[in-house]
């Protein structure tokens, strides 16, 4: 079964910057799997960020940016606002399936 | 602007059958995207479950395929979740999405619905 990883919990201070990751057991991540990134507050629906690596939704601040890096898929906010704090998903295309990161609780203080 | 919504029983059984519906507006399931089912369990992490194509293609996660199906209604411009056999390990709220082509997002969510297998 394929796991994809991402740190349980983050910790940054307004103003400044965190990197998101999101690793695959199979392997390096690359473009081909897609990746996509979704912010979750509590009561709230998963709200898309990115999608196919480094892509933006219309809604998407541009403080947040995806890329690859190191064979992972990356998420990157600068500079982080206290809104920011949620949790955060990764998702991954394998060919037939989508598999989610277990996510990264994000907190900003 | 396009809008999902689920609807269906908040309690099932266990061993019993859990039936969700996705009504959506402001695109036609006829079209070009597709639908998605993903549910998180309490305490846990997103789980995609399926997806299906305006012609009927699916795609289930390999861990729940076997007790898994999803549908399309053309006529009501519905899609569905079926899931059998269940337990209590499928009590967790679940969303319905749409699905852009060519890998362009998962955009719009349903605003979810708690079902509790009790």
């Known amino acids: 079964q394929t796991v994809v990883t991402q740190e349980p919990s983050l910790t940054v201070s307004p103003g400044g910057t965190v990197t998101l990751t999101c690793a695959s057991s199979t392997g390096a991540v690359t473009d081909a799997s897609y990746p996509h990134w979704f912010q979750r507050k509590p009561g709230h629906s998963p709200r898309a960020l990115i999608y196919s690596t480094s892509n933006k939704h219309s809604w998407t601040p541009a403080r947040f940016s995806g890329s690859l890096l190191g064979g992972k898929a990356a998420l990157t906010l600068s500079p982080v606002q206290p809104e920011d704090e949620a949790d955060y998903y990764c998702l991954l295309y394998f060919g037939s399936a989508w598999v989610f990161g277990g996510g990264t609780k994000l907190t900003v203080l | 602007q396009v809008q999902l919504q689920e609807s269906g029983p908040r309690l099932v059984k266990p061993s019993g059958t859990l039936f969700l519906t996705c009504s959506v507006s402001?695109?036609?399931?006829?079209?070009?995207?597709?639908w998605s089912w993903v549910r998180q369990a309490p305490g846990k992490g997103l789980e995609w479950i399926g997806e299906?194509?305006?012609?009927?293609?699916?795609k289930y996660n390999p861990s729940l395929e076997s007790r898994v199906t999803i549908s399309l209604d053309k006529s009501k411009n519905e899609f569905s979740l079926k899931v059998i056999s269940v337990t209590a390990a499928d009590t967790a709220i679940y969303y319905c999405a749409r699905v852009l082509v060519d890998f362009k997002g998962f955009p719009n969510w349903g605003q979810g619905t708690l079902v509790t297998v009790s």
């Open positions: 402001g695109d036609s399931i006829s079209g070009v995207n597709w």
């Open positions: 299906i194509s305006p012609t009927e293609v699916t």
